[in-house]
């Protein structure tokens, strides 16, 4: 079942988590709203944006609804950003959101899903916990770079992502990051990661954890909702015309959109 989010969606309560549209009044004492990337004017793409949580600095974790709904359409996601110094990859859902009316699809897309990392330039967030090994699934406790957290999903960004993935329960769920150069085969549809491939020009691998693979979101969705979830890698330095150009076409063809 879509998540179904018109004019009268105020909030969304699920797993602790309070999520408000994100009206200038749902900002009201909550911190700084999120940057513009483009002016509402050329921002038609976007149906929805939905406040989804706060970060361990207060900071608004944001989705913005893409597309249309309707019989057939399937309901995909794309998350960037986890990792606060993967600074780049964020491009791409940001040109899927900065442009016109998307047909097709119905798209979520969380361009940054740890701002106080991005703003601090870390892997981690504010509390030192690498958000890809907090997930409740398969979770071991690690410090370190990719430090896991004092218990599964002890942050408030790896619960406001449950709490959503949990309402949209999208088909298809793409994780990007850097800096591997690739898209991870591990998967329950490995047919799906080779069809991410081709369309991205990126190679199938099986990509590397740097460390106890646990905890992660992919391997958490795969357990709790019957879609698929994969991590695609771009490289340390990617194009910008990749990101913001290439990709996001690449993408919108693969999930059957258009705009």
Known sequence: MNLRL???LTTLVTVGVLTAATSPSAYAGRGAAPTVAAPAAVRAAVVDRVVIGYSVKHRPIVAYHLGEQGPGIPT???VSTMH????QIQKIPEALRDGRKIHGVDLWVVPVM??????ADTRQNAHGVD???NFPTHWVHTTGHYGSGPKAASEPETRAMMSFLLKVKPERLIS?????HGVDVDSRRPAFSHKVSRALHLPVSHVKCGGVCGGTMTQWFEAHLPGTA??????AHPASRTLRVQAPKALLRLFGGHR
């Open 6 to 8: 018109g004019a009268a």
């Open 76 to 78: 995909m996601m794309i």
């Open 84 to 87: 606060g110094n993967e600074r």
């Open 114 to 119: 740890n701002p106080d990392g991005l703003a």
């Open 131 to 133: 958000l890809n090994r």
């Open 176 to 180: 990007f990051h850097q800096p591997l």
């Open 230 to 235: 994969i991590t695609v890698e771009y490289g």
